[in-house]
């Protein structure tokens, strides 16, 4: 049965994949969908619309909200043979990988039926408001408040780190609900079109230049009342669910398959002696570094295969987030310090490799930053895990 | 790669813990500790009881009376064996001297060996090593063939178990460049034994040859040229040494966390302080890791994977390390009672220092990983 179904995807794919979208991808081949999308080829567009209509972009969600209703087995299957062959991701979506899976969750049948066939044709695209300028790591203690007024929510505060939100066309929102109650206890997960005069979006310049990441302001924004997500001042258990997703993402960040090895670039940065790295200090780090690298891939590995065999996933997430964003800053530290003098140059003679490098150097700073610190991260680990008081 | 356990493992796994928590307590060391004299008897009751449930022929062929349950079955042994540090022939006897005649020796001589290692009737001892730290001298023992059988004249070091053991294997050079090892038994003319005592309070010794006369027939691997086998020798040693470090650690990381929970100072349990916390909790994610590579590195040893010797080197070097860094943590998260003589932790400090040194230190292995993997 699932050997037909993968000889039927390969032909499938074989058929209907774009030669371009066979090809590795950098930052600006991503598709993010929307009201008003852009694409970098017409190629990225057929490839997008094909597999809308199949459902694929979202294999896994039912068909009647615009999946493709495929079987976890199917689902894999289908993830495999796009590997194999090298086919890109046609679509990069919060929607996907965020808001849906909260929706089929928690959502009514309205909302699923009118939110996510839209996401899964990649016509909306939704930005996350969770952190504000006084709630980062204290995420509980978000101020931003929705007060019921009629039929509708009025929202009045502001949001930070918000990724893409001056490109985004809704948000799902952290509101406070009921400013009365135990922090935990007043907030609610609201969804607001942003195509309205009182939300605006500034994008942060980082220390590593320009930056996905906005401020968002609300004054007297509104929303109605049957965009509530879940129980009124039920927010926070969907929330810390959504943060699950998010650091599960954060943390299989980092190589990409046609990545040039890290021991193959520092290679050709320090030179061999006798076919070892020139500097034996630097050597043994690197070492060490690919051990590392190479016990947490296993790790993300082996947890991948206990869970399909049944076992309940293990309270790991906070240590696959915690391990791999560590890893990523001591990746970029090698790479930096092999780089030498090329690493230091912003702007004028460098090669775009050593310009580049620099600049995700300084960003995969934020990846232990991001998403829970790493202290946060941390502190989950010792309570939920290790059960300390 | 196989990540669940078999039910067979499963069941062996609980076997072990049981039998190592029952019979051998952390305390069996002190027991060690105060008569070296006593080490072979209690050793050899123990092995007599580990034979009967077929642990002393894990490794070995069903066809010479072993379990064939291949080294992800010796690794649970020996993580199981690590949560009370109890002292085993496992690592010298059955990961290093059987695993190398079965993997190197002539028919005839696994006839002769393997089933008594299988029954626990024989133990053996590997000797190689001749410097100060493992690897750090090149073997200068030497075999000399005479008319019949040979020669062997040298000094080992660090031989594990060597006073345990009915005979020893013996790494020399032949005239002809090549190097072979040879059994000597431990009755043999000329063969001296110098014993110590461990950090931990077990006994090892050095091994003095002087005009050793063994027959032909002692060559494991008879005239083949290259018998030495010395890579699978290291990576089984580094595999099973990974894997009680791993359970050891483990063990050492839990008894701080319950003290943790336990001890009360300003009023409230020391376990509530976020400084202490955080450091546990870095602690159980490296555990993790551990957990994996070691995993990988056993069965890459069953599997005769082509990258074992790397996965070997990567599960010697992380566990040495993580052990290492468990242990001195354990001592200082103790506070005053991890300094005492009567509490168990100081015992885990030690054995970490002993397995982190015994075949290749983490430089030692991060080095031979990075070779094979060309940089």
Redesign the interface.
């Known amino acids: 049965m699932l050997d037909t179904f993968r000889r039927e995807i390969q032909a499938w794919l074989a058929a209907n994949c774009p030669a371009s979208m066979r090809t590795p991808m950098t930052e600006d081949d991503i598709v993010w969908g929307g009201r008003n999308p852009s694409f970098p080829s017409q190629d990225a567009k057929v490839w997008l619309e094909r597999m809308a209509v199949r459902g694929w972009t979202v294999p896994e969600w039912p068909q009647e909200y615009g999946g493709g209703g495929l079987s976890p087995e199917e689902a894999r299957i289908l993830r495999e043979e796009m590997q194999r062959l090298g086919c890109r991701p046609p679509l990069y979506s919060f929607g996907i990988w965020m808001l849906g899976p909260v929706l089929l969750r928690y959502g009514t049948e309205a909302q699923k039926k009118s939110f996510l066939p839209p996401i899964a044709r990649a016509e909306i695209r939704w930005a996350q408001g969770y952190s504000e300028p006084d709630a980062g790591s204290d995420l509980a203690h978000l101020q931003t408040r929705a007060e019921k007024r009629g039929d509708d929510f009025i929202i009045n505060g502001s949001k930070v780190w918000t990724s893409y939100a001056d490109e985004s066309d809704w948000i799902f929102c952290l509101v406070r609900t009921d400013p009365q109650a135990l922090k935990q206890k007043g907030i609610s997960f609201l969804l607001i079109d942003m195509k309205q005069p009182g939300i605006k979006a500034e994008p942060i310049r980082l220390i590593s230049g320009a930056s996905p990441f906005c401020e968002v302001f609300f004054k007297d924004a509104r929303t109605p009342a049957h965009n509530l997500v879940g129980p009124l001042n039920g927010g926070w258990q969907i929330a810390k669910d959504l943060l699950t997703h998010e650091r599960q993402a954060i943390s299989t960040i980092g190589q990409k398959p046609d990545e040039q090895s890290l021991?193959a670039f520092?290679?050709e940065k320090l030179g061999?002696i006798d076919?070892?790295?020139a500097d034996p200090g630097f050597?043994?780090r690197?070492?060490?570094w690919?051990?590392?690298h190479?016990?947490?891939q296993?790790?993300l590995?082996?947890e991948a295969?206990?869970q399909r065999?049944g076992h309940s996933p293990g309270p790991?997430s906070s240590?696959f987030k915690?391990?791999g964003s560590e890893l990523n800053k001591r990746k970029f530290e090698l790479m930096m310090e092999a780089s030498g003098f090329g690493s230091l140059i912003w702007e004028g003679t460098g090669s775009a490799r050593e310009l580049q490098l620099n600049r995700e150097w300084l960003r995969s700073k934020g990846n232990s930053i991001e998403g829970g610190t790493s202290?946060i991260?941390?502190?989950v680990?010792?309570?939920r895990?290790?059960?300390?008081? | 790669m196989q990540w669940e356990w078999s039910d067979e493992e499963k069941m062996l796994r609980t076997a072990a813990e049981d039998f190592f928590r029952k019979k051998v307590p952390v305390n069996f060391l002190r027991e060690v500790r105060s008569d070296p004299n006593r080490y072979p008897d209690l050793i050899r009751e123990l092995w007599q009881d580990m034979a009967n449930m077929g642990w002393s022929g894990i490794l070995i062929p069903e066809a010479y009376g072993g379990l064939a349950f291949g080294f992800r079955g010796l690794g649970m042994i020996m993580e199981a064996a690590g949560h009370t540090l109890a002292p085993t022939p496992l690592l010298a006897s059955v990961a290093c001297a059987g695993s190398l005649i079965e993997t190197i020796g002539l028919d005839s001589q696994k006839q002769e060996m393997l089933p008594a290692l299988a029954e626990g009737r024989t133990l053996l001892t590997v000797a190689h090593e001749e410097g100060d730290r493992f690897g750090s001298k090149s073997c200068k023992a030497r075999a000399t063939p005479e008319r019949e059988g040979y020669k062997l004249q040298g000094e080992k070091t660090m031989v594990i178990d060597g006073t345990l053991v009915d005979g020893f294997l013996v790494l020399a050079n032949l005239p002809t460049g090549d190097q072979a090892w040879f059994l000597v038994a431990r009755r043999d003319d000329g063969l001296e034994l110098k014993p110590f005592q461990l950090l931990d309070g077990r006994p090892a010794c050095k091994l003095s040859l002087r005009d050793v006369r063994v027959p032909a027939q002692s060559r494991l691997g008879g005239e083949a040229a290259d018998g030495t086998a010395q890579d699978l020798l290291l990576d089984s040693a580094s595999a099973c040494l990974s894997a009680e470090m791993f359970g050891a650690a483990r063990e050492a990381f839990q008894m701080t966390l319950a003290y943790l929970k336990q001890r009360v100072q300003f009023g409230v349990p020391i376990g509530s302080f976020q400084a202490l916390q955080h450091r546990m909790a870095q602690m159980y994610s490296e555990l993790e890791l551990c957990q994996t590579v070691v995993q990988r590195a056993l069965t890459a040893l069953d599997q005769r994977d082509p990258q074992r010797s790397a996965w070997a080197s990567l599960a010697k070097a992380k566990t040495a390390e993580v052990f290492q860094h468990v242990a001195r943590e354990a001592i200082q998260l103790h506070g005053g009672i991890g300094m005492t003589d009567e509490h168990p932790i100081g015992f885990f400090l030690k054995r970490a220092r002993i397995n982190t040194e015994w075949y290749g230190s983490p430089a030692f292995h991060r080095d031979r990983y990075a070779r094979l993997h060309g940089f």
Do not use: W
């Not at chain 1, 895990?385 to 008081?389: K, R, W």
């Open positions: 021991e520092c290679a061999m076919g070892q790295l050597r043994d690197l070492s060490a690919h051990m590392d190479a016990a947490f296993l790790t590995e082996r295969a206990l065999a790991t240590i915690y391990v202290e991260q941390l502190n680990i010792a309570k895990v290790l059960g300390l008081p």
